[in-house]
């Protein structure tokens, strides 16, 4: 017959699942609501972001318009032509701004940030200061042609075009006063806009949240609660009935222990002594009496369990502990060594059992035993490599330490001879220069002037020179490829080996400590073939697959035996250059493979994944 299925199971799971259903429900409605209105309020805000440049460009335009008026009354009869150059240039500043900021509120201006949206109010309005905004910049522009022509053009021919500008320019500022309103009066409305949208947002969230709580949260909770009172129940008759099979189990137990006591084979644990219910014992197994040193047998005769045992302290308080247990019907159990010959000591798993008489009284003790030295070496043997491992570990990070403080310092000492030995000499040279010339003697100064033109180069291109070596602002600016290229073009000055640089593909950007650590590491690469290879040329190599970046540094000198490096982590001996090498490896999750035979020169092959971790 099947079991049929449970109804309240049923009912339960039908509860949890309406439940699940309508709050994820809720959370769709919120998380709806949610973006819709920042959709709504970002493109309010949008529109909005240039209003109050509009709002300022055309308050302006009045400004504008009255400083042309302005500008024009400064035109008199009697002027020399610099006055009249000053007045023109004044003029034809303020009429150029005035007219691109015109056009660019009527059509729009990117360099003044002006969107030409305009609503159909404000074209109309733009529209009615048509008349006089053409008038004045027609006027306005005929003065600045007569008087770009010629500055002296008498006055009786620009007073005409004076008066027309400033019969114009009182209807334009009307004009722009009415646009400037209606600018002010379209962003008040957005702002309204945006403040109801705000305010129906809230609403509707409020709304679901007061919904979510009637009709999910709180009948949840009251279900919850009861289900936890049913758990706690059920729990406090679970720890009931857990205890009671607890201690079924450890009578259980107990009984299996004293069977197995008894038909122990005696192989497996096997028999060692047999004693009285006092410790002494009555009988040795043959199998371990050449395990047990013969001095620890007493003068007298007597052998007591104690003296085959060795570490255990106290032989009295060991025996009387011994016999306190087995006394009260238990056997005694633990893990000891046997006092065995030239010092040897095979661990045993000792049990001490109890014999009793037919009267109930312990007659004798056997004392069984398992060999267990191969597990107890084992462990010893584990604890040792764990231990000498740890310790490996220390020593390789102090010496990274060590590592990390020696090229510090050396950078700093190799930094301090640049500047010192280089740019140090040349300025002092730089300032004696100076110092030894002589004003009065033209010729020679300016021969002095020419070297100390040359010495100022020569101190830019050391001054380059050691910022390089520290950092390449190239690598930051222009990316892995561009500095690699910088660097060996700089390299190859300084050296007579010829080096060539190939680049293959496009090479993707990556991150800025990933570049830096690469270029550093084929860098090292470099610098290692030029002072060790004895290489009459250097190939460097820059690809790009799909997965991985990969740098190739060749070179066709003497090599060395590669299988040197096999301890590079812990033998200072390998070279601190190269133990860089593989550090900054590991930190961008990239491979090092350092190919070399002796006589047949050698390759450094860096391959790095173009999607790395992200490193700290």
């Known amino acids: 017959m099947l079991p049929q299925p449970d109804p309240s199971a049923t009912i339960q799971r039908s509860r949890f699942s309406r439940l699940g259903t309508l709050y994820v429900l809720a959370l769709s409605v919120i998380a709806t609501v949610a973006i819709t209105g920042q959709a709504l309020i970002q493109s309010h805000l949008q529109a909005q972001r240039s209003d109050s440049r509009v709002v300022n460009v055309a308050g302006k335009q009045r400004m504008l318009s009255q400083k042309i008026t302005k500008t024009l009354l400064y035109l008199e009869p009697l002027q020399s032509a610099g006055e009249r150059q000053t007045i023109v240039t004044d003029l034809g500043a303020a009429f150029h701004l005035w007219h691109t900021s015109q056009q660019g509120l009527q059509y729009g201006n990117d360099s003044l940030h002006l969107p030409g949206r305009n609503s159909a109010a404000i074209v109309n309005l733009f529209h009615d200061a048509a008349v006089p905004y053409a008038t004045m910049g027609e006027h306005t522009s005929r003065i600045l042609q007569l008087l770009q022509q010629d500055p002296l053009t008498p006055y009786d021919s620009l007073r005409g075009a004076i008066v027309a500008v400033r019969g114009a320019e009182g209807a334009f500022l009307q004009g722009m006063e009415r646009i400037v309103a209606q600018y002010e009066a379209e962003a008040n409305d957005k702002i309204e806009s945006l403040s109801r949208i705000e305010y129906i947002i809230l609403g509707i969230v409020i709304g679901t949240i007061l919904l979510e709580f009637a009709f999910i949260f709180r009948p949840t909770t009251v279900y919850v609660s009861n289900t936890l009172h049913q758990l706690m129940t059920s729990e406090k008759n679970a720890r009931k009935l857990s205890k009671e099979i607890g201690e079924l189990y450890a009578s259980l137990e107990k009984s299996y222990e004293q069977l197995s006591v008894v038909n122990q084979p005696p192989e497996s644990p096997r028999l060692l002594a047999r004693a009285d219910r006092g410790g002494n014992v009555l009988f040795l197994a043959d199998a371990f009496v050449g395990q047990v040193v013969a001095d620890a047998v007493p003068s007298d005769g007597d052998l007591r369990l104690s003296d085959l045992f060795a570490g255990i302290g106290e032989p009295g308080d060991w025996m009387d502990a011994v016999i306190d247990t087995v ?84 950078e700093r000492k190799r930094l301090a001879m640049d500047i010192h030995d280089g740019i140090g000499q040349m300025l002092t040279s730089l300032n004696f220069q100076i110092s030894s010339i002589d004003v009065g003697d033209t010729v020679k100064a300016e021969k002095k002037i020419i070297e100390i033109d040359h010495l100022v180069k020569d101190v830019i291109k050391e001054v380059r020179r050691v910022t390089f070596n520290l950092k390449p602002t190239v690598l930051g600016d222009y990316g892995l490829q561009a500095a690699l290229n910088v660097f060996i073009q700089e390299i190859a000055k300084l050296t007579a080996m010829k080096l060539t640089y190939k680049s293959e593909g496009t090479i993707e950007r990556l991150p800025e400590n990933v570049e830096n650590n690469i270029f550093r590491i084929t860098q090292e690469a470099i610098n290692n073939a030029i002072k060790y290879s004895a290489s009459p040329q250097v190939d460097v190599t820059l690809s790009q697959t799909d997965s991985d970046l990969v740098v190739s540094v060749r070179d066709f000198g003497k090599g060395f035996d590669a299988r040197s490096l096999k301890d590079r982590n812990i033998d200072i001996g390998s070279g601190r250059g190269l133990f860089n090498m593989y550090e900054r490896t590991e930190y961008i999750h990239g491979r090092l493979e350092i190919r070399s035979e002796p006589g047949h020169g050698t390759t450094v092959f860096l391959t790095v994944p173009l999607r790395v971790k992200t490193l700290s």
């Open 327 to 410: 006394s009260e019907g238990n056997s005694w159990q633990g893990e000891l060594t046997l006092a065995g010959p030239d010092g040897t000591t095979p661990w045993m798993d000792v049990t001490i059992t109890p014999v009793y008489e037919q009267a109930g009284q312990v007659s004798e003790l056997l004392v069984l035993a398992t060999d267990i030295t191969l597990r107890k070496e084992a462990e010893h043997g584990m604890k040792q490599k764990n231990k000498a491992e740890i310790e490996r570990k220390i020593n390789q990070q102090k010496f990274r330490s060590v590592l990390i403080l020696e090229g510090q310092e050396e």
